[in-house]
């Protein structure tokens, strides 16, 4: 069975402070991929990064960066210098080798960015 | 500008009418497309993967019955909300995935592409 977790339900910081996410997954497969996705208020989901299971290297763009780790089955996600624009939920997501496109979804973390 | 849309992005119904839920890929042809319910403050789940010219697959606990998917092209599933009740009141996102990209079925950037999503509330 596939599982993701985040922990965090909200967090709320002040602007330009740094916050890291943290999501932490279980799985059987040896190959999936690991996703990251940002829901504004309007509701759509935007996507952040695809990781796959092969590739540990940690990615950063911009403001953003992400750790993934898979002796501690996590893939965690930090915001560097944050602003009140991303202020949103947060959702990580897991997939497999087969039915790639089936997401199975964390609980996702409410991220509010205080002026 | 957005690759999956759907219509209606919202719809306010009486208990006991239906409700039809479009999700279109604008610019690819989706042999696949997923439908998920978001209840407020809560994840996503997976209801459903729709396929072009056969019958949808559910996942356990959905009925089928009440959720009618129809994939009827290759650019456009529908999600129809039988006999809707207030406890069907939701957000509903469709997910499609282009075929022919490559491993996986992918973009080299590797996004999945969501509809903006149909907020569904019934009286």
């Known amino acids: 069975a596939q599982k993701v977790t985040q922990a965090q339900t909200e967090i709320s910081v002040v602007e330009k402070e740094d916050v890291t996410l943290d999501c932490v997954y279980e799985t059987r497969d040896t190959t999936y991929y690991l996703f990251w996705y940002k829901q504004p208020p309007s509701g759509e989901l935007v996507f952040l990064i695809r990781r796959n299971s092969f590739d540990e290297q940690n990615e950063i763009s911009g403001r953003y960066s992400w750790n993934f780790q898979k002796s501690t089955s996590s893939f965690n996600f930090t915001i560097t210098a944050s602003q009140v624009v991303d202020s949103a939920v947060y959702f990580c997501a897991l997939s497999h080798r087969q039915g790639a496109q089936k997401l199975v979804f964390g609980q996702g973390t409410r991220l509010t960015i205080n002026p | 500008g957005a690759v999956v849309s759907q219509h209606p992005s919202r719809v306010i119904c009486k208990s006991g009418t239906s409700v039809k839920i479009e999700c279109r890929s604008l610019d690819f042809q989706a042999t696949t497309m997923f439908w998920y319910r978001q209840f407020p403050k809560q994840s996503l789940m997976l209801m459903a993967t729709s396929n072009e010219g056969s019958k949808a697959t559910y996942e356990q606990g959905v009925e089928k019955d009440k959720f009618l998917i129809n994939h009827a092209s290759l650019t456009l599933s529908t999600l129809t909300v039988t006999s809707a009740h207030p406890e069907d009141s939701s957000f509903y996102i469709c997910?499609?995935?282009?075929?022919?990209?490559?491993?996986?079925?992918?973009?080299?950037?590797?996004?999945?592409?969501f509809g903006e999503g149909s907020r569904l509330t019934v009286l």
């Open positions: 997910s499609a995935r282009s075929p022919g990209q490559g491993n996986w079925g992918y973009r080299g950037t590797g996004e999945l592409f």
